[in-house]
């Protein structure tokens, strides 16, 4: 089944190209791919925590090296959303003048490169699958993008190919960094040669720093940061949502799966750097949201922003924090991905994104004014989508969970700061909301049809899924919490306050079964 | 059974009777000469895996000690053989360009040389990667860098060919001036030209070795310029650019991984000394920088391909720092297809429409199997995963990271960020531009052949590289 997501869209891709009918032949794929994909999340155990549906093929023994692919149920959301998100760009891929064939085989490939990411257990091919992107993203952006496509092409693809090689020193690090006869490239062999402190201290903090930069680049962390806005901008919309709602999310992906098992020291040791530069995605980048004249530009800086509060998350190194990080990963994959769809459809009418250009568009697109509404909400963390499910488990968990530095609750005061990141988004999303739709509507945008029934459909998938989700995150929290609860109790004795603060949230939705007991990780 | 030398004496039998035929046939269609090449390579090539093991290098007597048949130099024998082999099929599709700067009676007069000198530069490195001594290294060497005078400047009513010719014999010569000069104080200072007892003696000599490190650094400049490593370089682009581009994939090919065989046989006595290994890791890093800057803004494929010849001897060069053997020969492996399905691609292109690559404008509309092999080869040359390029810098990565070779690391990996930008405009040309000249691009049955093979084997080795690694196991 793993192996069938995987490999789904590449055989499509492939027949794509030979010459099947793109449109019909991606629209099956994708639909097949989320089908298993929904099978998966549902079929699985989510209660054990461990991989399951394992496939495992030896390519080197020497290097115990083996392509093996399964799930757990972190990677069966990533997949799930990889899906939905893949089968809503593909639906919202309209009329292609040039080359049809290969717009839609690129769009599968970049989908099946972070499913097979996603769905990897082996080090490598968890790195190799996401490189499998990098051509069809900078296909899509140089054949088919609008603006100023040659430099966003350029700039996307050697950041992303310098990023993706510095992880690779990274993994080749951490592989190096376990004493031999558990060096291995199987996740589950390191986990728990990890688990055991076969890494030295020392040695994790080089790894996590180069996994830290490496990731980064690819999450577009500040300082690292400027190729997302140009590329989400010049790239074809369901490039857009493809890489900003999924790809993006495979380094915050490794970060959960790699950085938080095996290597807390190295979290520990470089919370402050991280705390400092998330709040510069959050503040900083927030500010420049607010500064953009053109709806793509928006949009790409605030899902460059939003990626300030999943680190906090991840940083804040405690059941809570991460599970939050994991819900609003796979809400913003969702929302981001229907803005961009959304924003595409505008581009594709009126030929502009300029804010000066738009106004009243609700008048004649009411659908379209709707659904972007939605994800304008959904994206400031309104409750009832999914968003502020994960923001709220990420604040409470930053806040009550982080640790001290001296006197200093670095943590608390991150917190607070990046609490006013959401009042920052509600500027930009509702100012943007407010110039595009609402307003006096100009002569020229009278005729604009709105979004035709067939589009209606994947902006409905997105929008049920966000408020799904929004409306029963302890779903989420059920499944993902006992997988991370083992690793990150593994350095602490002491119960300490993520788990008030979970069992809080618990109250606070009544008619809950209750979860197992965590431990938080605490360096007191 | 068989002993290795025969295969040598096999190859240059095949070379005399195809000049002979060249010399007293001149009715029949000279392509079948290249034909008949690649089908004795191919036999040769099969008669390699049944080479009876020789025996022990390290006390080995007579012609033993001269030459050696161990699992290095069997490999690399194949290597060149297939190599050979792949570059008389792009003999075969350059056949026009060579007569029409050959003057002649028959339009096909001289082609037939243009098949039998590949043969003799393939005997010469199948020599160079046995040989064990000093003298039988020069003596191959020069049958190889003889063979490549004439072939580098075949074309010769072609002043950029003339013009590479001459730079690569002046220089060449110069090169194995110094080797010989090398060669001379190395033996003065240990009595030795065998590099096995050249080691032991090195050994015994305790911490006077001066007048041996001497020598060694001559040596290190001719196979420097041999392997173009920076600062011995100055005559890649140039040659590269003006020679026949058959004999530039060979020469970037062959002549390269011969030179790095014999690098780390040389070597081998050596590296024991703190000083070497200091020289070559400053030679690696001015190479890798060297080479992907300078080939940053290049507008002609074949002198990009060149200037990446360079980079990828750097790359080369991390390994022989860290004196990974395997990590070396799997890079050469991956360097040698992707490199080859490069240069197949560019012959057959640039005779339609030229070495720019502004030239490549819109080949994957024209003709999309020649684009998607072009963008195998590319790729893999940047060194994107599940391309045989990509495993080949994994594991000199691998072999970096392990020595902490913290310098040569952060510079490998921003010069790859360099080799995405000048490897992918070449994917930009055939893909995002458009062209005027929509006809398709004729690709004759044997070249589409080869073109699968080599496309097939970067991915296969990208996905699956254990056998290689298995042949190289000692």
């Known amino acids: 089944m793993v192996l069938f997501t995987i490999f789904c869209p590449i055989v499509a891709a492939v027949l794509i190209l030979v010459g099947a009918p793109a449109r019909k032949t991606a629209l099956a794929a994708s639909v097949l791919t989320f089908a298993a994909a929904l099978f998966l999340f549902v079929s699985l155990d989510h209660a054990s925590g461990d991989f399951q549906h394992v496939r495992s093929f030896s390519i080197s023994p020497e290097w115990r090296l083996n392509f093996a692919t399964g799930v757990d149920s972190l990677s069966a959301i990533m997949v799930l959303l990889a899906s939905i998100v893949t089968l809503a760009a593909v639906w919202f891929t309209g009329r292609i003048e040039k080359f049809e064939n290969a717009f839609y085989a690129c769009l599968l490939l970049i989908s099946a490169g972070a499913i097979g990411a996603f769905a990897s257990i082996d080090l490598f091919f968890f790195y190799a699958f996401h490189e499998l992107a990098l051509i069809p993203t900078f296909l899509l952006i140089g054949i088919w993008g609008n603006g100023n496509r040659v430099a966003a092409a350029w700039k996307i693809t050697i950041y992303l190919a310098i990023g993706s090689f510095i992880l690779l020193i990274g993994l080749i690090l951490l592989y190096q960094s376990f004493p031999l006869p558990s060096r291995s490239f199987d996740i589950r062999v390191l986990r728990t040669a990890a688990a055991m402190g076969q890494i030295a201290p020392d040695a994790q903090r080089h790894v996590y720093l180069l996994l830290l930069i490496g990731f980064g680049i690819l999450i577009s962390l500040f300082p690292f940061h400027t190729w997302a806005p140009e590329a989400y901008a010049a790239a074809p919309a369901p490039a857009a949502m493809l890489h900003a709602g999924v790809l993006k999310k495979f380094g915050l992906y490794g970060l959960l799966r790699l950085a938080i098992p095996m290597l807390p020291e190295g979290a520990r040791h470089w919370a402050t750097l991280l705390v400092v530069l998330l709040l510069g995605n959050i503040i900083y980048v927030g500010l420049v949201t607010i500064a953009q004249k053109r709806l793509d530009w928006m949009l790409g800086y605030s899902s460059v922003m939003h990626m300030g509060y999943i680190f906090l998350g991840i940083a804040s190194f405690g059941v809570l924090g991460v599970t939050g990080a994991v819900v609003l990963m796979f809400a913003h994959g969702l929302s981001i991905a229907l803005l961009f769809g959304i924003a595409g459809e505008l581009r594709r009418r009126t030929g502009t994104l300029a804010f000066d250009e738009l106004g009243g568009l609700a008048r004649v697109m009411p659908f379209a004014g709707l659904a972007f509404g939605i994800g304008a909400f959904a994206a400031i963390g309104l409750p009832g989508f999914a968003n502020f499910a994960g923001e709220i488990m990420i604040f409470f968990g930053a806040f009550r969970n982080g640790w001290e530095i001296g006197q200093f609750h670095i943590f608390q005061i991150a917190t607070v700061l990046a609490l006013w990141g959401v009042v920052l988004s509600t500027v930009y999303m509702l100012r943007a909301y407010r110039i595009t739709f609402m307003g006096s509507i100009r002569e020229q945008w009278q005729k604009l049809p709105d979004l035709s029934p067939m589009l209606r459909v994947p902006v409905t998938l997105l929008v049920a899924a966000l408020l799904c989700f929004g409306f029963c995150p302890q779903f989420f929290v059920r499944s993902v919490a006992p997988a991370f609860g083992t690793f990150l109790s593994a350095n602490s004795d002491t119960q300490t306050s993520s788990q008030v603060a979970m069992r809080r949230l618990q109250t606070a939705k009544p008619g809950r079964e209750h979860a197992p007991q965590k431990r938080g990780y605490s360096m007191r | ?474």
């Not at chain 2, 690649?38 to 025996?55: C, D, E, M």
């Not at chain 2, 950029?160 to 002046?170: P, Q, R, V």
């Open chain 2, 1 to 474: 059974m068989i002993t290795a030398p025969l295969l040598e004496i096999a190859v240059l039998v095949l070379g005399m009777v195809i000049l002979m035929i060249e010399a007293f046939a001149a009715k029949i269609d000279k392509r079948l000469l290249a034909f008949a090449g690649i089908i004795g390579l191919a036999i040769i090539l099969f008669a390699t895996f049944f080479v009876v093991p020789s025996p022990s290098p390290s006390n080995a007597t007579g012609f033993w000690s001269f030459y050696t048949a161990d699992r290095l130099a069997i490999f690399f024998k194949q290597f060149a053989l297939l190599t050979t082999m792949v570059v008389l099929v792009m003999v075969i599709d350059y056949a026009p360009v060579v007569s029409k700067w050959l003057p002649g009676a028959a339009p096909q007069t001289g082609l037939g040389e243009f098949v039998a000198l590949p043969l003799f530069a393939c005997a010469g490195l199948m020599y160079l990667v046995s040989a064990i001594d000093f003298i039988f290294i020069f003596v191959a060497l020069e049958l190889v860098s003889i063979s490549f005078y004439v072939l580098v400047s075949f074309t010769r009513r072609n002043p950029t060919t003339l013009e590479a010719g001459t730079k690569y014999l002046i220089l060449s010569a110069l090169s194995a001036a110094f080797l010989v000069y090398g060669i001379a104080w190395i033996f003065g200072a240990t009595g030795q030209t065998n590099l096995y007892r050249l080691a032991a003696a090195l050994a015994n000599a305790g911490g006077d070795s001066a007048a041996a490190l001497l020598g060694i650094v001559f040596v290190l400049v001719a196979l420097g310029f041999k392997i173009a490593a920076v600062p011995f370089q100055i005559w890649v682009p140039d040659v590269y650019q003006g020679a026949p581009t058959p004999v530039t994939a060979y020469l970037s090919v062959a002549s390269k991984a011969a030179g790095f065989v014999v690098l780390i046989r040389v070597l081998q006595p050596f590296m024991n000394l703190p000083q070497t290994e200091r020289l070559i890791f400053v030679i690696a890093l001015l190479t890798l920088i060297y080479g992907n800057l300078a080939a940053l803004p290049q507008t002609n494929l074949k002198r990009l391909l060149a200037y990446s010849s360079i980079a990828h001897a750097g790359y080369l060069l991390i390994g022989v720092v860290c004196f990974d053997v395997r990590a070396i020969i799997f890079y050469l492996v991956a360097y040698l297809v992707m490199t080859l399905l490069s240069f197949a691609v560019l012959i057959i292109v640039a005779q339609k429409t030229g070495e720019e690559i502004s030239d490549f404008d819109g080949l994957a509309k024209r003709s999309p199997f020649l684009a998607f092999a072009m963008l195998i080869g590319m790729v893999s040359l940047a060194g994107l995963p599940f391309t045989a390029g990509f495993l080949g810098k994994f594991y000199i990565f691998y072999a970096a990271v392990l020595q902490r070779e913290i310098a040569l690391v952060v510079v490998g990996v921003i010069t790859v960020g360099c080799g995405f930008y000048y490897y992918l405009k070449v994917v930009r040309a055939m893909y995002w531009q458009s062209d005027s000249r929509t006809d398709a691009i004729p690709v004759n049955s044997l070249s589409r052949v080869t073109i699968s093979a080599l496309i097939v084997a970067t991915i296969w080795l990208g996905v699956y590289p254990q056998p290689i690694l298995d042949a190289l196991k000692h």
